[in-house]
């Protein structure tokens, strides 16, 4: 009785044990699930840039599912990023095993084998995967390969493959920046006008495209739209303190040679004017010249010519002393006009822009910064300034030294009196 008893609860709890284990199917897609929830948060990670989690759950998925490709991709990635470069080609090869088909896995082998030097089989994956008429995304392959043939010094590829990237995607920034960049170096300044200027009406919008457009504009002597472009490039450039400082550099050049372009154009206009009435004063001088030689004949016009009377010498001699002082009165007549009208007229008053100049010591988002300096120039026997101004919503402070009435005169100050005290500055200008 007993051993039945036993029997029967034995068979209970195994019937109890099997009928909870789950089914072959059910398993199966529970381990799938699991393995891709490790994905989808190891790729949350790796696309934030936190390396070390990244990796942590996708070998959870690939511990899981070693056979899924896009996991094997994403390792493959991962290991790229922190250089291990051996363990990534792993992941990637077997990826392209499983699912030869897949494009973007040739795209990111190709970039490792770049990275590691390997150029000619870099470029072979990344030309595999740009002849897979399913890869959406073939600017980024072109990109790459634009990248690699950069490495490999052949300029020529290198800008084709750019063209090519923008040609498959109008919006690809980067392909922009990079291609109007390389112009500027090679002095095609035209070139990069045209590339940056094509970004701008796709409406791109970004602080290294305005800074380009800036540049080139600049180069071709365009100053006051240069301006306003490093201007755009300072204001959406955020945290980037390379794009602000190149913009700051740059507005300051060309706020220098906008003040010499007015003054040359100054100049030029005063010279013009001068030149012209020089030439008016020439023709009246000359128109006089005729009159006079019209009237110096020695002859009195004023009455009719005596042919009845005999030319005796001794009875001419009076008429010839009144013709004579006739010619005096008519000289002097002729002197006097003539010395009234080449007397030059006065040339109008070209009224110039007030522009003065300063020395700009420094520029603090602080007072206490602001007032250390302007103490330091005090101890110094100088008489700074503090000028505050308000811009994008930051207030800022200059400390300066003026006001001086040309460019040269204020440099001059800078390199004589503040240079050799360890002052750093620079000359700039203000219309009053």
């Known amino acids: 009785m007993k051993k039945i008893f036993k029997f029967a609860l034995l068979f209970v709890f195994l019937s109890f044990v099997f ?22 948060i190891g790729l949350s990670y790796l696309n934030s840039g936190n390396i070390a989690q990244a990796i942590y759950y996708l070998n959870k998925a690939y511990e899981i599912d070693p056979e899924d490709p896009d996991i094997l991709n994403a390792l493959g990635i991962a290991y790229t ?38 150029y000619e089989q870099a470029l072979w994956y990344l030309e595999k995967a740009i002849e897979n008429p399913n890869y959406r995304n073939k600017e980024k392959a072109l990109y790459n390969i634009a990248v690699v043939y950069r490495k490999m010094g052949n300029l020529p590829k290198f800008e084709e493959a750019l063209k090519r990237t923008i040609s498959y ?18 002095k095609r300044y035209t070139d990069a006008y045209d590339i940056f200027t094509r970004a701008v009406n796709a409406g791109l919008v970004n602080p290294y495209i305005y800074l380009g457009l ?33 913009a700051v550099k740059f507005i300051d050049i060309v706020d220098r040679k906008i003040v010499e372009k007015k003054e040359r154009e100054i100049k030029e206009q005063s010279v013009k004017k001068k030149v012209s009435v020089k030439r008016v004063v020439k023709k009246e001088i000359r128109k006089e010249d005729k009159v006079v030689e ?26 010839k002393e009144k013709s004579e002082n006739e010619r005096v009165k008519i000289g002097g007549e002729r002197d006097t006009k003539v010395a009234k009208r080449s ?42 300034q503090i000028k505050r101004r308000n ?8 400390v300066i030294i003026g006001y001086f009435k040309s460019y040269l005169e204020a440099s001059r100050f800078y390199r004589k009196n503040l240079k050799p005290d360890g002052f750093k500055g620079i000359v700039k200008f203000v219309r009053k």
């Open 169 to 186: 995607n109008p919006y690809f920034m980067n392909a922009y920046i990079t291609l109007g960049n390389y112009y500027i170096l090679q």
């Open 294 to 319: 019209t009237l110096d004949t020695g002859k009195d016009l004023s009455e009719p010519e005596k042919k009845e009377e005999s030319p005796v010498m001794e009875e001419k001699k009076p008429e």
């Open 343 to 384: 007397v030059p007229e006065t040339p109008k008053k070209v009224i110039k822009p007030k522009i003065r100049f300063y020395v700009q010591v420094g520029v603090f988002s602080d007072e206490k910064s602001a007032m250390d300096i302007y103490e330091k120039l005090k101890e110094k026997g100088f008489e700074p």
């Open 19 to 40: 009928s909870c284990a789950p089914k072959p199917a059910e398993y199966e897609e529970k381990r799938i699930q699991n393995s891709q929830y490790y994905y989808k």
């Open 214 to 246: 800036g540049k080139a504009y600049y180069y071709l002597g365009e100053y006051e739209k240069s301006r306003y472009f490093f201007q755009k490039a300072k204001k959406v450039a955020g945290d980037d303190m390379f794009v602000k400082q190149e």
């Open 391 to 398: 811009i994008d919503g930051t207030e800022y402070y200059f």
């Open 81 to 118: 990023n922190v250089k291990e470069y051996s363990r990534a080609k792993e992941f990637f090869l077997k990826s392209i095993e499983i699912l030869p088909d897949k494009p973007e896995t040739y795209t990111n082998l190709g970039v490792l084998l770049a990275q590691e030097g390997n």
